[in-house]
């Protein structure tokens, strides 16, 4: 008998079968991270730890809305933004200014 159910998620769209496209997201995901610890430069490590949440939660998402890796991802995600978009102290805050 047939199953009538829509597959979850975009993993049947993606794979071949045997889920390769799947898990090369990944570990795309998993390099990107790893790789984001080792630079010294602060932005440097927030920019590639940016773009590994967000294939984080696109494998959330392949693998069938699996929700506690997208929300802890996206939500990485945001704090990372947030502290790249902002001003530092060292920069422009007014504190930071001699008089």
């Known amino acids: 008998m047939l199953d009538s159910r829509p597959p979850r998620g975009l993993a049947p769209l993606l794979s071949n079968d045997t889920g390769m ?19 010294k430069d602060l ?18 998402v392949l693998l069938g809305w699996k929700w506690p890796l997208i929300i802890s991802n996206a939500l990485i995600a945001v ?5 790249l978009v902002r001003p530092s102290k ?10």
């Not at 704090?79 to 502290?83: D, F, K, P």
């Open 43 to 60: 932005r440097l490590i927030r920019k590639i730890n940016f773009v590994g949440c967000l294939f984080f939660v696109a494998y959330g």
């Open 21 to 39: 496209h799947v898990e090369a997201v990944g570990y795309i995901a998993m390099g990107l991270l790893i790789l984001s610890v080792v630079p």
């Open 90 to 99: 060292g920069e422009d805050a007014p504190e930071a200014r001699p008089r």
């Open 79 to 83: 704090i990372q933004v947030v502290h």
